[in-house]
């Protein structure tokens, strides 16, 4: 990998698809001037709130002003943009997408969230993301001018088989535009985040939105980038705004032969396999 400036714009996401759209652009834009960001991350489902019936009115398809304005950006500012999450209408279903766009507008990958977020824990958060959603079914790992990105959504990140498959498949930078809420966010966030990249020895991003509590979901915020020794690079609080971090591949090396972890795994005894 490239020595990357990699930006996490956590933002606040109102009602207003318009009103989201413009502030995507202009944290981007930030990124960019202020940051020197060569990588650009929004949070899950950013251009609309986080919700089954706000999902349902946001739904557009590739190729719809969401993704055309990720595409344009990334041409014009020269950055490679994890274009967080939408819900993507398709086949007559609705995703929770993922679209990344390299430094010329082309979409060079795409994540469907493969893990639904259905939960119902006694005194805080309820939400049935499958009652909408469909899950995807592929292993994201995307190949960019500035190395492999990994990428998932959210509750995927709680699931260790897919990031150690991200990472057997070369990811060195694992990308998770995310909402976590204020039950399971102060319980799991943070701890979830350092540990998938201590297991992985990768760099971790987690992009969450800003806390709106008009909104009837409350995202956690605390939006972090990690290094592959769990030291946290860049941090913030539950509001909005930008966070930038330096991503050295060397660090990711040093890692990596001092403490060989990925080497030491025993796959005589057991292994991974991708069921098809
Ligand atoms: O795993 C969690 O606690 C939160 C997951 C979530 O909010 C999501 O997948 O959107």
Redesign the pocket.
Known sequence: MKTVNLSVCQMMVVENKEDNLKKAESMIRRSVLENKANLVVLP??FNGP?SIEAMQATAEPEGGPTTQLLSRLAAELNIVVVGGSIAEAADDRIY?TAFIYNEVGERVGRHR?M???D?NIVGG?S?Q?SSIVAPGNDVTVVETSLGKIGVA??????FPELMRLMTLQGAEMIVVP????T???P???KD?IKMRAVDNQVFFAAASPARNLASD?HAYGFSQVVDPWGTVLAETDETEGIITATLNPQRLTAVREQLPLLKHRRTDLYELKECQ
């Not at 959504?153 to 709680?158: A, G, P, V």
């Not at 995310?178 to 809420?181: E, S």
């Open positions: 899950e489902i986080y929770n969230k893990h639904l977020f939960v958060v939400f993301e959504i959210c509750y995927d990140m709680r995310a909402a976590f809420n039950t399971t966010g319980a799991h966030w979830t979901y």
